[in-house]
């Protein structure tokens, strides 16, 4: 059975049952830096993609409901778009398959764009938060026990 995926950009959805328990004043902000950095983000299953010339290109079809069957009245709407990650966004959402850490992402992303893990880690953080938005990608959590 397929999860739905949360647009809520304030927290994360989470594929596990068992989610991460706050901990002092700093989880009312947010997850800690190192929780943020054990996530494993993962693509929502829904979409479709696929590559043109080393860039992922995301097929996003426009749901049907009575707001967009009005719009649609007014204003011929398609019926998907398109929407094509540039060469970073690409290798983050390749990684982006519930294996891979966002910490593991970030380092690999530093290493092969030569950039600060530390200034990778606050891209990936924008990055995925947009993602996360959008409906495009959820994150695992890793429980022990």
């Known amino acids: 059975m397929k999860m739905p995926f949360s647009k809520s950009a304030a927290t994360p959805p989470a594929t596990s049952s068992k989610r991460a328990k706050p901990q002092g004043k700093a989880s009312d902000k947010g997850p800690s830096r190192r929780q943020w950095l054990a996530l494993r983000p993962i693509r929502n299953p829904d979409l479709e993609w696929m ?3 080393g860039q992922v290109v995301l097929t996003i079809r426009r749901t049907q409901n009575w707001k967009t069957r009005m719009l649609n009245l007014l204003v011929p709407l398609p019926a998907q778009h398109r929407v094509v990650l540039d060469r970073i966004g690409s290798d983050v959402w390749r990684f982006s398959d519930g294996e891979h850490s966002v910490e593991h992402i970030a380092r690999a992303l530093a290493e092969r764009y030569k950039i600060e893990v530390r200034e990778a880690e606050l891209s990936l953080q ?3 938060k947009e993602l996360g938005r959008r409906g495009y990608v959820g994150f695992r959590i890793e429980t022990s026990g």
Do not use: D, S, V
């Open 126 to 128: 924008q990055f995925f």
């Open 51 to 53: 590559e043109e010339n």
